[in-house]
C-alpha cells in the first residue's frame, strides 16, 4: 500500500511553505521598512497621503481614500508584533476617536488568537507579502521585500 498525498495535502504542504517563507521574510523588517512598504503600497492603489505618527512599537499612517466621489480618513497600524483583540479592540477606539472612517492593522507576525486572524481589519504576514509580490513599486532584495525607489512620484512619500 502506498501513502501517495492527497491534492489538497499538496496543496496545504505548498501553502504551508509559502506562509514559512513570507513569516521568514517579514520577521527582518524594521518598523521603518515596513512604513516604507505601506506607503509604497498606499500610492500604488491611488491612496493620499494625510500624515504619520510615530510610536514605540507601531506607527500609525493616515491616508485619505475617495470613495463615491468624497474623500473618507483612513488609518493604517503597522507592527512588528503579533496582533491581539486588545491591540484591535484599542486600534477600533483610536479610529473613532480620530474621526477616521476605516482602518487596518498590518502586522509583521502572524496573529495567534482566531478571532484576530479571521478579521477583515488585520493585514497579517502572508497577506502583506502577496500585495508586495503584486506590486511592480516593490522589488526583491536576499528574499525581502524593498521599495523601488526609482520612481520620482515615491520620493516625497518617504519624508512623511
Do not use: K, N
Amino acid at each position: 500500500m502506498s501513502l501517495a498525498l492527497a491534492p489538497d495535502d499538496s496543496a496545504s504542504t505548498v501553502d504551508a511553505a509559502v506562509a514559512a517563507r513570507d513569516a521568514a521574510a517579514m520577521s527582518v523588517l524594521t518598523l521603518e521598512d515596513l512604513r516604507r512598504l505601506c506607503q509604497t503600497l498606499a500610492v500604488e492603489l491611488g491612496l493620499l497621503p494625510g500624515g504619520l505618527q510615530r510610536y514605540g512599537h507601531y506607527a500609525d499612517l493616515r491616508l485619505t481614500s475617495t470613495v463615491l466621489l468624497r474623500p473618507r480618513q483612513v488609518l493604517i497600524r503597522m507592527t512588528l508584533e503579533a496582533p491581539t483583540h486588545a491591540a484591535l479592540a484599542a486600534l477600533a477606539a483610536a479610529v473613532v476617536e480620530v474621526g477616521c472612517a476605516d482602518f487596518l492593522l498590518v502586522a509583521a507576525a502572524a496573529p495567534v488568537e482566531r478571532e484576530v486572524e479571521g478579521s477583515e481589519h488585520v493585514l497579517g504576514p502572508s497577506a502583506f507579502m502577496e500585495l508586495c509580490r503584486r506590486s511592480s513599486m516593490v522589488g526583491w532584495a536576499d528574499g525581502r521585500p524593498v521599495v523601488r525607489t526609482a520612481r520620482p512620484d515615491l520620493r516625497p512619500w518617504h519624508r512623511v
